[in-house]
């Protein structure tokens, strides 16, 4: 049983930045992903980035491009979502996930979900 903790989110101004870590535990494989969805009110859950973790491969939503990096510690079994550049359209809860096999950005293909980090940007 796959189990996700995730933290950082905050309230931050608008060009801000904030760092989301998600930990993961319990995974039986190596052929997964984790990655990272967010979801402001009255919207559907959206994908933002993920990282294929066999082979360190990433990607991103296009709201995401060239303002958040993704990155991963192996030995704390972690991923990183550096959030730059901030914007009010970014206000969402962000939840991090894991499925295995190869990055989707169907929300409906994760199976597994942590609890969600508030994320507040103020203008």
């Known amino acids: 049983h796959v189990q996700l903790q995730a933290c950082g989110g905050g309230l931050v101004q608008a060009g801000g930045s904030l760092r989301l870590s998600c930990a993961a535990s319990?995974?039986?494989?190596?052929?997964?992903?984790i990655g990272w969805f967010r979801q402001a009110p009255g919207k559907e859950r959206e994908f933002v980035a993920a990282?294929?973790?066999?082979?360190?491969?990433?990607y991103y939503a296009d709201s995401a491009k060239g303002r958040f990096t993704l990155s991963r510690d192996n030995a704390k079994n972690a991923v990183y979502l550096q959030m730059n550049g901030l914007k009010p359209e970014d206000t969402a809860v962000y939840f991090c996930?894991?499925?295995?096999?190869?990055?989707?950005?169907?929300?409906?293909?994760?199976?597994?979900w942590g609890q969600g980090t508030q994320v507040t940007v103020s203008s």
């Open positions: 990282v294929r973790w066999s082979a360190g491969a990433t």
């Open positions: 996930a894991v499925r295995w096999g190869i990055v989707t950005m169907t929300r409906d293909e994760w199976g597994y």
């Open positions: 319990g995974r039986s494989k190596s052929n997964y992903a």
